[in-house]
């Protein structure tokens, strides 16, 4: 994918799957929606009742890695209908306010839930219990099935 193609895929609502290293060395990977302004990733990280395991990890071991994707081929039969963006790169945990709202809110409204932007930031009690975690790619790596050549089967 081009550089343009890559902020297209990433400006959709899709699911981040996010990989952070524990302290006794495996890998902890969750499902995360995210918000990417072209530069950086962003993640929000609840701190509230029940702190998120990437937050201690983050503090541990700042190395990130995650993989963004849409893969219909099962549902399809198709050989093509597959993107993915996977990016490596290493997080700064913000807990500023100011970054928090503007945020989460950015990221709620693209998913659709920018009603929502209080009951988030409260996670459990009041006040703004999220971590941002604001990740600089080192490497992206993207790839766009829909691209191959027709030579590789029927495409789409």
């Given at each position: 994918?081009?550089?343009?193609?890559?902020?297209?895929?990433?400006s959709k609502p899709l699911v981040a799957r996010v990989a952070t290293i524990r302290d006794d060395g495996y890998p902890h990977v969750t499902p995360l929606w995210y918000h990417w302004d072209g530069e950086h990733?962003?993640?929000?990280?609840?701190?509230?009742?029940?702190?998120?395991?990437?937050?201690?990890?983050?503090?541990?071991?700042?190395?990130?890695?995650?993989?963004?994707?849409?893969?219909?081929r099962p549902e399809t039969?198709?050989?093509?209908?597959?993107?993915?963006?996977?990016?490596?790169?290493?997080?700064?945990?913000?807990?500023?306010?100011?970054?928090?709202?503007?945020?989460?809110?950015?990221?709620?409204?693209?998913?659709?839930?920018?009603?929502?932007?209080?009951?988030?930031?409260?996670?459990?009690?009041p006040g703004k219990n999220r971590v941002i975690a604001k990740i600089k790619p080192e490497k992206i790596i993207a790839w766009n099935f829909e691209k191959l050549d027709s030579a590789y089967g029927t495409k789409k």
């Open positions: 994918m081009s550089r343009t193609e890559i902020d297209n895929f990433l990733l962003y993640l929000i990280l609840g701190h509230g009742e029940r702190p998120r395991r990437h937050i201690a990890n983050l503090r541990q071991n700042d190395k990130v890695t995650l993989v963004i994707d849409r893969d219909v039969k198709s050989l093509f209908e597959a993107q993915a963006v996977s990016i490596r790169g290493r997080a700064k945990l913000l807990t500023d306010e100011k970054t928090q709202v503007d945020i989460v809110s950015k990221l709620l409204k693209r998913y659709g839930f920018g009603g929502a932007v209080k009951a988030v930031l409260e996670d459990g009690k």
